[in-house]
């Protein structure tokens, strides 16, 4: 299983990113999907996962109400929607997928990782 995030970039406070993981195995379509992130200098931190349905999101509480997670099971690519970005939301964002059909928010629950992709946020 490969997953391959993209979609990060350098944007302004205020600005909107979305963020793509795309996974090269249809098995992964049965299983949830994360969004994690990294900034320097601090742990791997959860920002958001979904159920392999699409549904039961649930988000980090930094990132609720800005951020929204979505996937689309026909091209099994998971989305990170990210609005009204903050220079904290600076970090290496990687998905993941689950052992399971459900979301989690602890990395332990996760089995694949994708590469990352940088989002750098100024103000």
């Known amino acids: 299983v490969q997953l391959q995030a993209s979609g990060g970039g350098l944007v302004q406070a205020g600005d909107s990113l979305r963020l793509s993981c795309a996974a090269s195995?249809?098995?992964?379509?049965?299983?949830?999907m994360g969004w994690f992130r990294q900034a320097p200098g601090k742990e791997r931190e959860f920002v958001a996962a979904i159920n392999w349905k699409g549904g039961s999101p649930v988000y980090a509480d930094s990132v609720k109400g800005r951020f929204t997670i979505s996937r689309d099971i026909a091209k099994n690519v998971v989305y990170l929607q990210m609005n009204s970005l903050k220079r904290e939301d600076t970090a290496v964002y990687y998905c993941?997928?689950?052992?399971?059909?459900?979301?989690?928010?602890?990395?332990?629950?996760?089995?694949?990782w994708g590469q990352g992709t940088q989002v750098t946020v100024s103000s």
């Open positions: 195995a249809r098995t992964t379509s049965n299983n949830g």
């Open positions: 993941a997928s689950a052992r399971s059909a459900r979301g989690s928010t602890s990395r332990s629950a996760y089995a694949y």
